[in-house]
């Protein structure tokens, strides 16, 4: 795919206005034999102030462990971005066209006591005004190691957060 295709398609997908507020995911990353490895969900808070948009992510996983990240999001143009996050190794750069966005960019993630960087190909494609598919690409030496798949809800601003129990399920709580 490239961007490009996506051209006329609606509705459109701004990431600043979709990801603006509390967004929910759910997810899992299957390896490249397409074995499921990781069931997540995850919990986004997002702040736009002038051209900047910033992602408060908190990841559950099914097996209990936790994960934050923020992201800070910079609009450059339009449909133009580029991104930050603590474990990307440089800018993770992003182009928006008609309902979808395609994000490029390196990834470090902890794997026994290192870390390692995999290149990470994001396709994000918006159904509705709610509802938004990503799909990550996850590569390493130029050899596919994986995908992350993640279903995306707009949440209504009274929604709860999500907590994990001992036994790793995840359950919703109200604020």
Do not use: C
């Amino acid at each position: 795919m490239r961007p490009e295709d996506f051209e006329g398609t609606g509705p459109a997908f701004l990431p600043e206005t979709f990801f603006a507020g509390r967004t929910r995911g759910h997810g899992f990353f299957q390896d490249r034999f397409g074995r499921i490895r990781r069931e997540f969900r995850v919990d986004i808070e997002g702040r736009v102030e002038g051209d900047t948009l910033t992602l408060d992510e908190e990841f559950l996983y099914q097996d209990g462990e936790r994960e934050r990240r923020r992201w800070t999001i910079r609009r450059l143009g339009p449909g133009r971005y580029e991104g930050r996050a603590d474990d990307l190794v440089g800018v993770a750069t992003g182009v928006a066209v008609g309902r979808a966005a395609r994000w490029q960019y390196t990834f470090t993630l902890p794997i026994g006591s290192s870390r390692w960087a995999f290149a990470v190909e994001d396709w994000m494609l918006l159904q509705d005004e709610g509802t938004m598919l990503n799909r990550s690409t996850f590569s390493k030496f130029g050899i596919e190691v994986g995908q992350a798949v993640i279903v995306f809800h707009k949440l209504p601003a009274e929604a709860g957060r999500a907590s994990v129990t001992a036994e790793g399920a995840v359950l919703a709580a109200a604020e």
